[in-house]
C-alpha cells in the first residue's frame, strides 16, 4: 500500500500550538491522528503537568480575559 497524504500540515500545527500558547497555557506534546485532529497537551503554568479540575481551560482563560478587560 502506498502512502496516504496527511489532512493536515505543518502550518496547521504551528497554528494550533501558538494559539494555545497564545492564551497563556504551556505546551508541552502535540497528539496528530490519523484522521487528522491536533491534540495540544498543555502543562500548568508552574511547569507541572495539569490535572483534571473543575474548571476547564476555557473557563481559566475567560476569567483571565474578564480579569484583564477590568484593568
Same mark, same amino acid.
Given at each position: 500500500?502506498?502512502?496516504?497524504?496527511?489532512?493536515?500540515?505543518?502550518? $496547521? !500545527?504551528?497554528?494550533? !500550538?501558538?494559539?494555545?500558547?497564545? %492564551?497563556?497555557? &504551556? !505546551? =508541552?506534546?502535540? &497528539?496528530? %491522528?490519523?484522521?487528522? %485532529?491536533?491534540?495540544?497537551?498543555? +502543562? +500548568?503554568?508552574?511547569?507541572?503537568?495539569?490535572? $483534571?479540575? +473543575? &474548571? %476547564?481551560? =476555557?473557563?481559566?482563560?475567560?476569567?483571565?480575559?474578564?480579569?484583564?478587560? $477590568?484593568?
Amino acid at each position: 500500500m502506498g502512502k496516504q497524504k496527511s489532512c493536515f500540515t505543518v502550518s $496547521d !500545527v504551528k497554528r494550533a !500550538v501558538a494559539a494555545v500558547s497564545g %492564551s497563556g497555557l &504551556t !505546551v =508541552f506534546g502535540v &497528539t496528530i %491522528s490519523n484522521d487528522g %485532529s491536533i491534540r495540544i497537551d498543555t +502543562a +500548568a503554568n508552574d511547569g507541572g503537568r495539569a490535572t $483534571d479540575s +473543575a &474548571t %476547564s481551560s =476555557f473557563d481559566q482563560w475567560k476569567s483571565k480575559r474578564a480579569a484583564s478587560d $477590568d484593568d
